[in-house]
């Protein structure tokens, strides 16, 4: 049997076959990555769920609060959280107007127990404040009730926004969690 061709778009390659193309790729891939591993802090070692590395590589700044990279090797269950604020069940917002401390991750915790995980599993947080400058120092205070301070933090982004979908919200925040497989 003759080794099966392909053509790829926009250029016909005669001669190839797909061993030899994924077999130079895994190589080229691999030769790129290699160095770019050694140059990197494990963040966490022994410490993290065992599909998921924390890595501070050394070209970055050193920050408290988040991590730079986090790999989650998988097979594993990739658990996206949507927006969340400090809303209750009926959808009002919780806490005395402009209680910013009321308004952070019960959301996000109920979110994780619904999928059988907790805060040790969220490898990506971003935050949405109406006041960034305002409540920059409350977001790490209430992060820290709720985070393990033995493990490193999730990567994380903090945004500024004009608006909330509701007018007394100050903050919303959503998650990317990973969990070890069922």
């Given at each position: 049997?003759?080794a099966?061709?392909?053509?790829?778009?926009?250029?016909?390659?005669?001669?190839?076959?797909?061993?030899?193309?994924?077999?130079?790729?895994?190589?080229?891939?691999?030769?790129?990555?290699?160095?770019?591993?050694?140059?990197?802090?494990?963040?966490?070692?022994g410490?993290?769920?065992?599909?998921?590395?924390?890595?501070?590589?050394?070209?970055?700044?050193?920050?408290?609060?988040?991590?730079?990279?986090?790999?989650?090797?998988?097979?594993?269950?990739?658990?996206?959280?949507?927006?969340?604020?400090?809303?209750?069940?009926?959808?009002?917002?919780?806490?005395?107007?402009?209680?910013?401390?009321?308004?952070?991750?019960?959301?996000?915790?109920?979110?994780?127990?619904?999928?059988?995980?907790?805060?040790?599993?969220?490898?990506?947080?971003?935050?949405?404040?109406?006041?960034?400058?305002?409540?920059?120092?409350?977001?790490?205070?209430?992060?820290?009730?709720?985070?393990?301070?033995?493990?490193?933090?999730?990567?994380?982004?903090?945004?500024?926004?004009?608006?909330?979908?509701?007018?007394?919200?100050?903050?919303?925040?959503?998650?990317?969690?990973?969990l070890?497989?069922?």
């Amino acid at each position: 049997m003759a080794a099966l061709r392909f053509t790829l778009p926009f250029q016909t390659h005669r001669g190839l076959s797909r061993r030899s193309i994924l077999t130079t790729g895994g190589a080229l891939l691999a030769a790129g990555s290699s160095s770019a591993a050694l140059a990197q802090t494990v963040l966490g070692a022994g410490k993290t769920p065992p599909h998921l590395r924390f890595l501070q590589p050394d070209a970055s700044s050193r920050q408290a609060g988040y991590s730079h990279v986090v790999e989650a090797t998988v097979p594993g269950r990739i658990v996206y959280i949507a927006g969340q604020m400090g809303l209750d069940g009926n959808g009002n917002v919780v806490g005395a107007p402009g209680d910013f401390k009321a308004q952070a991750y019960e959301n996000i915790r109920a979110a994780l127990a619904a999928a059988g995980g907790g805060f040790e599993h969220i490898v990506k947080l971003t935050q949405y404040l109406i006041h960034l400058r305002a409540h920059q120092a409350l977001v790490r205070e209430v992060r820290a009730k709720f985070f393990n301070p033995d493990l490193p933090p999730p990567a994380s982004t903090m945004i500024q926004v004009g608006a909330l979908t509701r007018d007394l919200a100050l903050y919303e925040v959503d998650a990317v969690a990973v969990l070890p497989p069922r």
